[in-house]
């Protein structure tokens, strides 16, 4: 039948192996057919997933609980710089996943944290991250060594034919502004822009491995 993303990530997890979750794209058509808005919280997986939006349009996926965030011109992407602290208050991280993980084909936008050591902004791996043919923007930590503005991984982050922008740190030894990993860091025909830490110790202000 009919299921949410939250829904088929908590069947996926239930299931032995790595599953694979894909978007029909008679649904995700693009535009606001393609948007989901988390609006109750950070998406869950337990368990290696892998996210697959190419089959469809523009799959894009926002922490903007409350669509209230100040948009980069022109598009459905969260501008951290530009959004007041009350319209991000409602933010969360898009999705923490307990194993490996590949997100493909996918807008990851709008995830946020706040408090001291909460990583990934974006997405947070315990694992290694494969990310491929997708755009995280706009995504941000607020906190003491809170690592990651658009993606934290403890094991290795693989970034190939996607970019990586406009994603901030804000806190002491808040490291990685685009990316953080704790393994190694692997980009392929990938972009990286405007992407920053603010705070004493915060380095790499793109990516820091």
């Known amino acids: 039948g009919v299921l949410t993303l939250r829904e088929a990530i908590e069947l996926a997890i239930t299931s032995?192996?790595?599953?694979?979750?894909?978007?029909?794209?008679?649904?995700?058509?693009?535009?606001?057919?393609?948007?989901?808005?988390?609006?109750?919280?950070?998406?869950t997986?337990?368990?290696?997933?892998?996210?697959?939006?190419?089959?469809?349009?523009?799959?894009?996926?926002?922490?903007?609980?409350?669509?209230?965030?100040?948009?980069?011109?022109g598009t459905n992407l969260t501008d951290v710089k530009g959004s007041t602290a009350g319209e991000l208050d409602d933010n969360s991280r898009v999705l923490v996943s307990g194993g490996d993980t590949v997100l493909q084909g996918l807008t990851i936008?709008?995830?946020?944290?706040?408090?001291?050591?909460?990583?990934?902004?974006?997405?947070?791996?315990e694992g290694n991250l494969v990310l491929r043919d997708s755009l995280v923007s706009g995504n941000s930590t607020a906190g003491n060594e809170a690592e990651g503005g658009g993606v934290k991984a403890t094991g290795d982050v693989h970034v190939v034919d996607s970019r990586i922008a406009n994603n901030h740190?804000?806190?002491?030894?808040?490291?990685?502004?685009?990316?953080?990993?704790?393994?190694?860091?692997?980009?392929?025909?990938?972009?990286?822009?405007?992407?920053?830490?603010?705070?004493?110790?915060?380095?790499?202000?793109?990516?820091?491995t």
Not at 177 to 206: F, I, P
């Open 109 to 125: 936008t709008g995830g946020r944290t706040t408090g001291n050591n909460a990583d990934g902004g974006g997405v947070l791996v």
């Open 45 to 73: 997986s337990t368990d290696a997933v892998i996210i697959d939006g190419t089959g469809a349009t523009d799959v894009t996926l926002s922490g903007d609980a409350n669509g209230d965030d100040t948009l980069q011109a």
């Open 169 to 208: 740190t804000t806190g002491s030894g808040a490291n990685g502004g685009g990316v953080h990993a704790d393994g190694a860091g692997v980009l392929l025909r990938s972009t990286l822009e405007d992407n920053s830490t603010t705070g004493q110790e915060g380095d790499g202000g793109g990516v820091r």
């Open 16 to 43: 032995a192996g790595t599953d694979k979750i894909t978007f029909d794209p008679s649904v995700f058509s693009g535009g606001l057919e393609s948007f989901v808005r988390l609006t109750q919280g950070e998406l």
